[in-house]
């Protein structure tokens, strides 16, 4: 049986080695496939992996100013206060539990480093490191030969270099699968506001963020209201002047409804209007504030920029397919897979991706590997 195993063998590239990577490359090499992990950070984590250091990312008027998709140097978007807001009892995988430790974050809503902690534990218990080459940035992946042969013999051009040396040699692999595991909260979505590409002030998306102190004694507004957006507001009320929280709806958690009330200096506001040049922000109400900084906390978009699918997968901000239960394209199955791309698993949306949701997904690739999927 192990020999039968083996003679079916494929070699595998997973890219990323946050939740749904590590996962993903533990089942595939339970089933004795030959897989080559790409990270292009120092560590396991992904989103996980926090970084206070987002000097080096793209300016957000980059963004304003070209059509062109932008690619971030930063990958986590997680801010140094971020909490888990869901109990640990379900943010590990079933037959990992996420347990407490001593001497760590022993709180059932933990902060980010006992996740990320708990993600090291996981890596090392089942021996992953040595599958990934970190510091490695995946530059493209394509179909071989032009995608002439389409079906089980589909085979994937994958393209590499050392992120430390930008002029480092590319490296080309042939590899027989691909599974594509890079996350959804690293490519910043904006809104499109009048007078937002020519607002001198300071903008940031709440990608970058990470502590309050430098926004000390500044008038900041807010956009969007869902989790984020509330956090960074009730940290922001602590050392900033006045604190504006513009969103489509002005509900609010019960946290933020508290802070409200014993803080004057936040306020709620409904939508943005315009930016003006001399840094009034007016909202739709007529009503408006001058203010030093804007943070967007409007969410992210999918993307994958290394990825030439030849138009068999469309990407726009918030969809990707067509993918048959979220995970592969019917066509190129299973020679591409993604995993980690649904953001919503209950009726609750979570911050960052949920790791139960990663057991249904691997096993809908096992399945697919064992040619059990739907005919399409």
Known sequence: MVSDQRSQSKTVCVIGAG??????????????????????????????????????EVPLARYFSTDSVVVPRVHSSVYASLRLTSPREIMGYTDFPFATKKGRDMRRFPGHRELFLYLK?????????????????????????NGCRIGEDLKWVVRSRAVAAPDATVVEEIFDAVVVATGHYTQPRLPKIKGMDSWRRRQIHSHTYRVPIPFRDEVVVIVGNSLSGQDISMELVEVAKQVHLSSKTLDVTEGLSRVISKHKTLHLHPQIDRLCDDGRVVFVDGSCVE??????????????????????????????????????????????????????????????????????????????????????
């Open 19 to 56: 939740p749904s990577g590590l996962v993903a490359a533990r089942e595939l090499r339970r089933e004795l496939h030959k897989v080559v992990v790409m990270e292009q950070s120092h560590d396991i984590g992904g989103q996980w992996l926090y970084s206070s250091d987002t000097r080096d």
């Open 121 to 145: 534990d996981f890596c090392e218990w089942f021996g992953l490191r040595e599958l990934i080459r970190f510091d490695t940035k995946v530059e493209y992946v394509g179909m071989a030969d």
């Open 291 to 376: 203010a030093d900084t804007i943070i967007y906390c409007t969410g992210y978009s999918y993307s994958f920029p290394f990825l030439d699918a030849q138009g068999i997968i469309t990407v726009d901000d918030d969809r990707v397919g067509p993918l048959y239960e979220h995970t592969f394209p019917p066509s190129l199955a299973p020679s591409l897979s993604f995993i980690g791309i649904p953001r919503k698993v209950t009726k609750y949306a979570f911050p960052f991706l949920f790791p139960c949701r990663l057991e249904v997904e691997k096993n809908i690739m096992l399945g697919a590997w064992s040619k059990c999927l739907p005919k399409v």
